[in-house]
């Protein structure tokens, strides 16, 4: 399977403690999105990576949040101190850059859920 | 910034007939794309159709159409002769052109669930 995995697929925690999700997406893709979807709303955009670099984050992503893609491959998303309200499915996706006057398609991953109690 | 506002939260069809899901949107920009993804239950987001804003022309993708008014910042899709497999979340989606060096992040809608029945 070539397409975006994400690791685990399902995590409950205890409030106060610290969670860390994986992701890796399509072999050479450059970009790499993280977003965040509760229940019966859309996905809301967390954050984004050009290789390693993290060039954009979103008011989302407080300080408890904290992201990284060493070496421009896998990504992982880490949440210190899980609160209840950070539960949520966590969506990684990643697209590659054709050139500037071409569509970049965003492929997803499962997902991680998170349940914090 | 830029919205993008489903109004219709759950839908139900007939297998094999029509059914219609409403989007609308709001931005300042003038290059951009919009998307309708699918969500089925359980299952990854996948790409179903996509427009660019500045062609003219609605996109087709087989049973899947989209109906893009510009100027009214509207695009709904049609799903023609429904399947028992189109039941899922729908999303309708926006990014603004961000060139290599910008993110084109996508901005969601609350989504539409919709029902195929047999």
Redesign the interface.
């Known amino acids: 399977d070539t397409g975006v995995s994400q690791d685990p697929r399902h995590k409950i925690t205890k409030r106060g403690q610290n969670v860390t999700f994986r992701c890796d997406p399509i072999s050479e893709h450059n970009r790499l999105y993280w977003y965040r979807q509760t229940l019966g709303q859309g996905p809301e955009f967390l954050t984004y990576f050009q290789n390693e670099a993290q060039l954009e984050k979103s008011r989302l992503l407080s300080d408890r949040f904290s992201a990284e893609r060493p070496k421009g491959s896998f990504s992982t998303l880490e949440i210190q101190r899980t609160e209840q309200g950070d539960s949520a499915m966590y969506l990684c996706a990643s697209s590659p850059i054709l050139g500037r006057r071409r569509y970049n398609e965003q492929f997803f991953g499962p997902g991680t859920r998170l349940t914090v109690l | 910034a830029q919205t993008?506002t489903q109004s219709q939260p759950e839908m139900s069809v007939q297998e094999a007939e029509t059914v219609t899901l409403s989007c609308t949107y709001d931005t300042s920009e003038n290059n951009y794309?919009l998307f309708w993804y699918k969500q089925p239950p359980s299952?990854?987001?996948?790409?179903v159709i996509?427009q660019?804003a500045y062609k003219q022309q609605n996109a087709t993708e087989n049973r899947f159409s989209v109906n893009f008014q510009k100027a009214a910042k509207s695009f709904s899709l049609k799903i023609s002769d429904s399947q028992l497999g189109d039941t899922a979340m729908y999303?309708c989606?926006f990014m603004k052109h961000g060139?290599?060096?910008g993110?084109?992040?996508?901005?969601?809608?609350?989504?539409t669930k919709l029902t195929v029945n047999p």
């Open positions: 993008v794309y299952r990854q987001m996948i790409l996509r660019e999303f989606a060139g290599q060096g993110s084109e992040k996508l901005v969601f809608g609350k989504g």
